[in-house]
């Protein structure tokens, strides 16, 4: 056998085991709550964290209650719990599709068509 094929079976087996052995680490401390499992819900965390904004004036904030108001002022306009994108109010809106589906004309099966 060549000494390059030596030398890359070693290598392989010292990976293969290093794997196992990190494998069998992780396994033993992940089912309790200690500092590796918290170290990587921390990363995972900081990353779904927002830590700073810019406000719809154009300015930079890192303020969690600025942030909230921001959040709020968006998703309020984006889905205008007041009125529709069509200017109508919740109540009118409502109405109007009630009106449509009472006069919306199905069309119906008869037994003999559903049979076929």
Known sequence: MSTRRQ???LLECKHTRTIQRSRAFFYRH???GDK???RILRGTQNRAQVHTIRTAQ???TQFPK???DE???FYTKLYNTHKGNDGQSPTTRQAAIIEYLTNLQQNTLTPVE???
Do not use: D, N, P, R
């Open 114 to 116: 559903a049979e076929e």
């Open 30 to 32: 992940a089912i309790k």
């Open 71 to 73: 959040f709020e002022k």
């Open 7 to 9: 030398l890359a079976e």
């Open 36 to 38: 590796l499992l918290a």
């Open 66 to 68: 600025e942030i909230t």
């Open 58 to 60: 154009g300015k930079i």
